[in-house]
């Protein structure tokens, strides 16, 4: 016997929770640390413009490196940067060291 139809459900729960996580409104892995310092009493990624910030939350980059950085991991990423920039291109994505800074802004490393 299979269970193919139990992994189905567990699935479609977990695709219902994600649609209701993105229509409420809630980021779901880009929330800023909670003991972090708010910046002119509001979160301190809304210095970066919301339309850069959505780029960089789904920039391949974004997802695939800076998901789970910590501070020290986050040092080592940021040792292989060849440039520093806003966005490039003609979609205008990212650079890598506009993804690091989002995440300094997010995890907000002490010293």
């Known amino acids: 016997m299979h269970n193919h139809g139990l992994f189905a459900l567990h699935g ?3 695709f ?3 649609v209701q996580a993105v229509s ?3 980021p779901m892995a880009n929330r800023t640390d909670p003991d972090a310092d708010t910046v002119h009493g509001a ?3 809304f210095l970066v413009d919301r339309i850069v910030r959505v780029k960089i939350y789904n920039d391949a980059y974004w997802k695939e490196y800076c998901f789970g950085l910590t501070t020290e991991s986050l040092i080592d990423e940021a040792a292989k940067l060849d440039y520093v920039a ?3 291109g003609g979609r205008r994505r990212p650079s890598r060291f506009l993804c690091l800074f989002l995440k300094l802004l997010q995890i907000q490393p002490q010293e």
């Open 24 to 26: 409420s409104g809630r």
């Open 43 to 45: 979160n301190p990624q």
């Open 86 to 88: 806003g966005t490039y």
């Open 12 to 14: 479609l729960q977990l």
């Open 16 to 18: 219902r929770d994600n």
